[in-house]
């Protein structure tokens, strides 16, 4: 605690806090210019010059422009994850758990659409360690919603000659939504979130409410 020019005790914030806020602050620079720009178009002076720093001091807190990358895309992909999963708590019923969980992501992809666009579109820049992570958590997503695509043929309230394909397609349409969403467009998030549950319920055949 130091003293002010009032006498007043001022709290020293710790260094911990310092530098976990100049790490979230490089994040966000990265994610506008790998969204603006691309992966491979960001130079890392790009990203430290939009966080108020120079380049040495990025590497201090990042090793590389790739690094910050795969933050990006493991913070994205482990959210959309645990959405989805709690959308699908809230019933047991496949035709809910499809509208409920269609809704949540075609939604999320357009709430946050800057990071859906860099996290679904750069994983290629991706080193093949840091892929591999990213993929195996895109296949938990994809096995969630097959999951509900073969509860509801086998409960017989879809009709899916090809559940995996099926999933598949249900996946796809969501997810590029980050691509051509934009804030000034005709369509809030919400009402994007409910039209796709109602186009993926039509995909599967089910009865609509």
Not at 51 to 67: D, T
């Amino acid at each position: 605690m130091a003293a002010g020019e009032n006498g007043h005790a001022l709290t020293r914030i710790p260094e911990a806090s310092r530098a976990d806020a100049t790490r979230a602050r490089l994040l966000a620079a990265a994610l506008d210019a790998f969204a603006t720009k691309g992966f491979h178009g960001t130079t890392t002076r790009d990203i430290a010059a939009a966080a108020g720093m120079s380049s040495a001091a990025l590497y201090v807190h990042h090793k590389s422009k790739e690094e910050l990358l795969y933050l990006i895309s493991l913070t994205g992909h482990q959210r959309t994850l645990a959405r989805l999963r709690a959308a699908l708590a809230h019933s047991d019923d496949p035709v809910e758990q499809l509208r409920r969980v269609a809704q949540t992501f075609a939604e999320s992809h357009a709430r946050d659409h800057t990071t859906a666009r860099v996290v679904n579109y750069e994983l290629a820049a991706l080193s093949s360690e840091h892929r591999e992570e990213i993929h195996a958590i895109r296949r938990e997503i994809a096995a969630e919603i097959g999951g509900i695509v073969q509860r509801g043929v086998a409960a017989k309230v879809f009709v899916a000659p090809d559940p995996a394909m099926t999933a598949t397609a249900l996946v796809s349409l969501a997810i590029d939504i980050g691509r051509w969403y934009r804030d000034d467009g005709s369509w809030t998030p919400a009402e994007i979130g409910r039209r796709y549950a109602e186009l993926s319920l039509r995909m599967v055949g089910a009865a609509l409410p």
